[in-house]
Antibody, heavy 120, light 110 residues
């Protein structure tokens, strides 16, 4: 059973940085692509980034490109996202999500989310 | 990349069938059969209901079905039940190697 547990959220000042982590279990982490998806309070879902199973390929939404960096440590079954130059528009619940493993980017496992609040 | 367009709300009575729409462009839904649908109950993480336009993951009720025509995808829920009341989001892979979601539809079971 897929289990994903995010951590690292909290309140951060505009312009500062924050790193989120996602601990994975219940599946062979090193064989699946992993995503970050966020949801601003009361708003819809927004895809943030994808990293391939081996970490060689990364893809980003335009809204975070150049500011966020997705990474993974397959030896620790852990996914990360380093977020910098944060603004109020980055305030959201951040979910890590497991890729289904097919072409097309589908998310068949989700964490419970961690809330990031960007505020002075 | 603009969000896919979904109606803000839809309602139906128990036992009825309802269809949720999701309109994109030729850069996403119109070109790729990589459309999925997610169900999200309040305070919970989303759940994959449909992928590849019309495939259901194991464990998802066959009351849920998906289809696509041109730039528009649809999710049909038959035999509507109280537990189906939730927000539903569509998503599609795009030509610029990103993924776009719809704004979400709030389904109310009357």
């Amino acid at each position: 059973q897929v289990q994903l547990v995010e951590s690292g959220g909290g309140v951060v000042q505009p312009g500062r940085s924050l790193r989120l982590s996602c601990a994975a279990s219940g599946f062979t982490f090193s064989t699946y692509g992993m995503h970050w998806v966020r949801q601003a309070p009361g708003k819809g879902l927004e895809w943030v980034a994808l990293i391939s199973y081996d970490g060689r390929n990364e893809y980003y939404a335009d809204s975070v490109k150049g500011r966020f960096t997705i990474s993974r440590d397959n030896s620790k079954n852990t996914l990360y996202v380093q977020m910098s130059s944060l603004t109020a528009e980055d305030t959201a619940v951040y979910y890590c999500a497991k890729d289904l493993g097919r072409s097309g980017w589908f998310f068949d496992g989700w964490g419970q989310g961690t809330l990031v609040t960007v505020s002075s | 990349q603009s969000a896919l367009t979904q109606p803000a709300s839809v309602s139906g009575s128990p036992g009825q069938s309802i269809t949720l729409s999701c309109t994109g462009t030729s850069s996403d839904i119109g070109t790729y059969d990589y459309v999925s649908w997610y169900q999200q109950h309040p305070g919970k993480a989303p759940k994959l209901m449909i992928y590849d336009v019309s495939d259901r993951p194991s464990g998802v009720s066959n009351r849920f079905s998906g289809s696509k025509s041109g730039n528009t995808a649809s999710l049909t829920i038959s035999g509507l039940q109280a537990e189906d009341e939730a927000d539903y989001y569509c998503s599609s892979y795009t030509s610029i190697t990103t993924l776009v979601f719809g704004g979400g539809t709030k389904l109310t079971v009357l």
